[in-house]
């Protein structure tokens, strides 16, 4: 079943990135290499440095989702430990998608190294994905709020004031898991597991941190495109919200084509040349240069899992 359903999850990813490349041609039809050149070429050295430290501040932010819930599960590791597994992680997750060969794999080799059990591996997993939903509600709601016109550039017949209820209820709906902390929910237990309820002092951590990974990713976005036609930061955090969404939905390795197609719809003030490129360059800092630092972490935690075995099997 498990196999079936990798199967079915790769079809749609491979759709929906046949769809992207044919709406994307349709977007880019007549533009010539030089304009993508001369675009690329046009993004001043200081807004490169921006964009790296952008990409820093978002990688950092992913080894806080696994801190977090590391020490939501009562399991102290350094955090040079953390951070070279997130960053592993991440890079080979955001790339392959929907693939068997995917992030939580690498978490569970790397972790199971440390001594942590498939059940703890697991909440792990779950809890970081929560993390990411926490921060991506919350930035939905204050762009919701703050600038509601924005909804109309993917979706013309929704209009501000629903825009706005949206937004409230997205952030009720964050409110409302912060008052279960303040309420002391009880622990659940499910079929031998148990389910703590994050406390406050987590939840806040939640709260900072998952924003803030989505927030560094999306101004390597904003530092690559250039000031003429720019919409601001805010227009430019929700049109990657939304796009960035999108591409994770669609199950596409690396959002290949859907991420592209959905900045260019929801930029349209701007020259399609230099949106494309700045997409490109998030492609290369946010995701095809970590891929490729990760490919040798990958190798030592193989490594170190073959030695592993030969020395016994994991504690319990």
Known sequence: MAWRSDRAWALVGLLAVALSGWLLYRELEGMSLDSLLGSLRAIPAGDWALCVAATLLAYAALAGYDR????????RIGWGYISVVSFTTYAVGHNVGASVFSGALVRYRAYRHKGLTPV????????CSFTFVVGTLLLAAAVLLIEPELVQRFLPSVGVGLARGIGVLLLLAVGLYALGSLL????????GMELGYPRLPTVLQQLVIGPLEIIGAAAILYFALPEAGNPGYLVVLGVFLASFSLALVSHAPGGLGVLEVSVLLGLPEMDKADVLVAVLVFRLLYLLIPLALSM???????????QDGLAGPPPP
């Open 68 to 75: 977090i819930a590391l020490n939501h599960l009562g399991r």
């Open 120 to 127: 703890e591996i697991g909440l792990l997993v779950a809890f």
């Open 184 to 191: 002391k929910f009880s622990t659940l237990r499910l079929r």
């Open 296 to 306: 040798p972490v990958i190798l030592w935690f193989e490594r170190a899992r073959w």
